[in-house]
Structures are given as structure tokens and as C-alpha cells.
């Protein structure tokens, strides 16, 4: 198995996964304006003939452990994100709880600029 290396280019929203220099997955997100603060997953996407080698999971665990170490909740707004969460509460649960108001205020703002998505 090749090793997968995930980068945040955070300036992008963007959370990479590559085996080399190939781009082989992305999870698209945004940061969440003002308070609460949080990282938000709008979608994982894994690239034709790369799929089934856990980097959807890969990206989604080092999305976690990114927002674990900033001290934000994780809003997984992306259907992937959330069933992965729901599997794996334990990795999942590294980063603090997102609240309900948290969830409903990330789903205004991505409402308010879904051309983007």
C-alpha cells in the first residue's frame, strides 16, 4: 500500500491526500466565520481508481486531528464525514463536540455561499 500524505491548504479550503505527487482525494471545507468557531466538511471526494484504500477515512481522521489540535468542533456537514464520524466515535470524539446551534450556523453560512460548492 502506498503511503498516503494529507496537507491542509487551508488558504483554498481544501484538505489534500496525495501518493506522491498524485492528487488522490480532497475534503472540501470551510472555517466558520466569528463564533462559535469551527472546521466544517462539505464534501470528500476520492479520485477515480483510488478508491477502497482508506483515503476518504484518512482525510477525514486528519481532519479531526487538525480541529482537535486548533480546540474547534468539526461540523460534518458532508455525508462521508458524517457516516464516518458515526463509525469511528472514538477517533471522531479527539475534537470537541460541535453543538446544535454550531451545526445550524454552519448550515447558514454554507446556504449563503453554496455557489462555491
Known amino acids: 500500500m502506498t503511503e498516503t500524505d494529507i496537507r491542509d491548504d487551508r488558504a483554498r479550503g481544501r484538505f489534500e491526500a496525495y501518493e506522491g505527487e498524485e492528487l488522490v482525494g480532497v475534503i472540501g471545507y470551510f472555517v466558520m466565520a466569528g463564533a462559535p468557531a469551527a472546521l466544517v466538511a462539505v464534501h ?3 479520485e477515480q481508481g483510488h478508491e477502497g484504500k482508506g483515503i476518504a ?4 481522521k486528519e481532519f479531526y486531528v487538525t480541529a482537535a ?9 458532508c455525508p462521508y464525514a ?3 464520524t458515526q463509525r469511528h466515535p472514538d477517533e ?3 475534537a470537541p463536540a460541535a453543538s446544535e ?3 445550524r450556523a454552519a448550515q447558514a453560512q454554507l446556504k449563503a455561499d453554496s455557489g462555491r460548492w
Do not use: K, Y
Request: zero cysteines; a neutral charge; hydrophobic letters at 60%.
Open 44 to 46: 470528500t471526494v476520492v
Open 101 to 103: 446551534e454550531t451545526v
Open 92 to 94: 471522531a470524539a479527539v
Open 69 to 77: 489540535r486548533e480546540g474547534v468542533p468539526v461540523v460534518p456537514l
Open 57 to 60: 477515512g484518512a482525510l477525514v
Open 82 to 84: 458524517a457516516r464516518w
